[in-house]
């Protein structure tokens, strides 16, 4: 069992920065990749990015957003430069243990999630 917390969400202007974190519980946090999607209401879950040992992106955030990890910290990041109106969303954290790199967009594919912490681009 992984538990997630996340971090780091607000209110903030266009074009400014946040950056989100994601504490896990658990001693093996390095065996599990990390992910980050966004809803909002009345959408589906979006694929914001991930991580196991490289990061990938999704196009609409790739060169304004950053995800990265820190193993000792059992915590994961979302570094969100650029921000825009359409950025406000919930963003959730994820893990999973065995997930491969061609199932990292799809919500589905992941096992355990964080509560999720608000986003507010504003001008």
């Known amino acids: 069992q992984v538990q997630l917390v996340e971090s780091g969400g607000g209110l903030v202007q266009v074009g400014g920065s946040l950056r989100l974190s994601c504490a896990a519980s658990g001693r093996t946090f390095s065996n599990y990749a990390m992910g980050w999607f966004r809803q909002v209401p009345g959408k589906e879950r979006e694929f914001v990015a991930a991580i196991r040992w490289s990061p990938i992106y999704a196009d609409s955030v790739k060169g304004r957003f950053t995800v990265s990890r820190d193993n000792a910290k059992n915590t994961c990041y979302l570094q969100m430069n650029s921000l825009k109106f359409e950025d406000t969303a919930v963003y959730y954290c994820?893990?999973?243990?065995?997930?491969?790199?061609?199932?990292?967009?799809?919500?589905?594919?992941?096992?355990?999630w964080g509560q999720g912490t608000q986003v507010t681009v504003s001008s």
């Open positions: 994820t893990a999973d243990r065995s997930i491969i790199l061609s199932s990292m967009r799809e919500a589905a594919s992941w096992d355990y």
